[in-house]
């Protein structure tokens, strides 16, 4: 199989979907692997590394798609790459397909195999393509958010340690899961008073014997929401239901009772974001705005700022599972691995996942219909 991988060319987005580790892997399985010129530069993996391991370069993306059966990237396809998939051509890449119509209608019309990262599966509930990547921008988070408070950035000029005599910030995180625990991590390591909401109450339980009860883990319904944002210095927006647009947990009313010159960092933004007042995606070149006096973050690409651990923490969960779709093509592949058949959510022109249907007002076709 001839394996593709185009540049990324999402804002500032220097992620790369294969390293050459992952060149020589596809090689020794008789594969053939193509990249675009300069692909990995924003990784630090030269035209050269690539080379060295047997890959060929080629000038531009309309090659890299005409010529390869599995597209591999990392970011959603942007506009201007619907025009160049093929007929039923395998695509393994981020997709986070419910916020996204356009999208979708392109890979529906083009019968596009489209392998979503961040709803494979395994049987515990855990998504272990999105889970480097949430570890990533759950770190970022706080060190982001540190950033904006300060008044040269337009914070309220809160530091989140505070100093003897002087109390620390106030970080509140909705969602418990990957992103908001290492977010807890960064928070609690540098000082800050930690808050974390959730809905399911084992998890809850779960991070207070992880962080020693130092942390304050708080049952996740509106009223308690509502009390939590209103202390916050620093909110990190880190829910999740897979496959489906994040629901809008903290309303615009909240929002305005936050003090001045606090910031929002909505990191379930790629999903379609958790606060009621992020209207907008935003990109690393402007990754802020501001409304009722707080600073909104919402950079739907957080992790491509750190693309050198990036790309290597992704590449090396994604290559077991696109060797799989290599060798066996992906109709077998998802016949024998029920995780990653949890990932496809269009084939045949059909959607096969039924929360980005629902999300997105289309008929669901179950999985099986397809392969029958
Ligand atoms: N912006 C970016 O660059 C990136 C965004 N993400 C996104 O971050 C989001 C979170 O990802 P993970 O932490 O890996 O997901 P996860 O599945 O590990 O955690 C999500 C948590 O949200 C909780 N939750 C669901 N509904 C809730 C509610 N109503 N109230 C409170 N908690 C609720 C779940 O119980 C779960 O613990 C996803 O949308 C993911 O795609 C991840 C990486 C990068
Ligand atoms: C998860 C995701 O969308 C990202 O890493 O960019």
Known sequence: MIVGVPKEIKNNENRVAITPAGVEAMLNHGHRVIIENKAGVGSGISNDDYLAAGAEIVETAKEVFDRADMIMKVKEPLAAEYDLFKEEQMLFTYLHLAPEPELTAALLKKKVAGIAYET???????????????????????????????KTYGGSGVLLAGVPGVPAAEVVIVGGGIVGTNAAKMAMGLGANVTILDLNVDRLRYLDDLFGGRIHTV???????????????????????????????????MVKGMKPGSV?????????????????VTTHSEPTYEKYGVIHYSVANMPGAVARTSTFALTNVTLPYALQLADKG???????NRALAKGVNV?????????????????????EQVLA
């Open 120 to 150: 494979i599966q395994l049987d515990n509930g855990s998504l272990p393509l999105l889970t480097p990547m949430s570890e990533v921008a759950g770190r970022m988070s706080i060190q982001i958010g540190a950033r904006y408070l300060e």
């Open 219 to 253: 049952a996740s319904n509106s009223y308690n929401i509502a009390q939590a944002v209103k202390k916050a210095d620093l909110l990190v927006g880190a829910v999740l239901i897979p496959g489906a647009k994040a629901p809008k947990l903290v309303k615009e009313e």
């Open 264 to 280: 929002i960092v909505d990191v379930a933004i790629d999903q379609g974001g958790s606060i009621e007042t992020i209207d907008r």
């Open 330 to 336: 992906w109709v077998k592949a998802v016949q024998e």
């Open 347 to 367: 084939a045949a022109g059909q959607c096969t996942y039924e929360a980005v249907a629902k999300a997105l007002n289309l008929a669901y076709t179950p999985l």
